[in-house]
């Protein structure tokens, strides 16, 4: 198995989980935080989105999915173009309300192909690249990759924990 292919596997285990995370759920659901200050599902789910289109993007060098296909305005959220969500207050993050789980999902599944058409295409060399001198050492495509992962998995499972809570409230 090439690790392209275990990438592959990841996000679309990630794409399963967005889905059940949001199935079935009205927008009070979606937007209800669990206690002051957390976040709700709503934010979780486009922060991990707006993450992964970011950085992915970028890498790749293709252009976000938020504003190229639309989806900015789709969400109408009071938000900077380019916010993905990263450092956001209680407050900020109260701006990120959804009128359905179809929306957020709809996001996702875009990135998602996105994301995959890009993997789709890597060789190993590829992985090596350096993507972001910035840190120390510099960050290549494949740590970025699994630090997207990473960060994905961690907001889609804090989704899963707050939709298990509301759930039993």
């Known amino acids: 198995m090439h690790a392209k292919d275990i990438l592959i596997d990841a996000f679309s285990r990630i794409q399963e989980e967005v889905h ?3 199935e079935g759920l009205a927008p009070d659901q979606l937007n ?3 206690a002051e200050g957390t976040n709700p599902i709503s934010w979780l789910i486009w922060h991990l989105t707006r993450i992964q289109d ?8 293709l252009d976000q999915v938020w504003p190229a296909q639309g989806w900015e305005k789709r969400f109408g959220l009071e938000l900077p173009r380019r916010d993905t969500g990263y450092g956001h207050s ?17 996001y996702y599944d ?15 060399k590829d992985f090596e690249r350096i993507v972001d001198e910035r ?13 997207v992962l990473s960060d994905d998995l961690q907001h889609v499972g804090q989704a ?3 939709r298990g ?3 039993r409230a």
Do not use: C, I, M, N
Request: charge should be negative; charged fraction near 15%; hydrophobic fraction near 50%.
């Open 54 to 61: 970011d950085h992915v993007a970028d890498a790749a060098g």
């Open 135 to 147: 840190w120390d050492p510099p960050v290549s495509l494949g740590v970025r990759l699994v630090s």
């Open 90 to 106: 209680p407050a900020k993050v109260a701006k990120v309300r959804v009128d359905s789980g179809d929306l957020l999902t709809g």
């Open 20 to 22: 059940a995370a949001v």
């Open 165 to 167: 809570l509301l759930q």
């Open 160 to 162: 899963a924990y707050v």
């Open 110 to 124: 875009a990135v998602h192909e996105q994301t995959l058409g890009f993997v789709r295409g890597l060789t190993a």
């Open 32 to 34: 209800a935080a669990p």
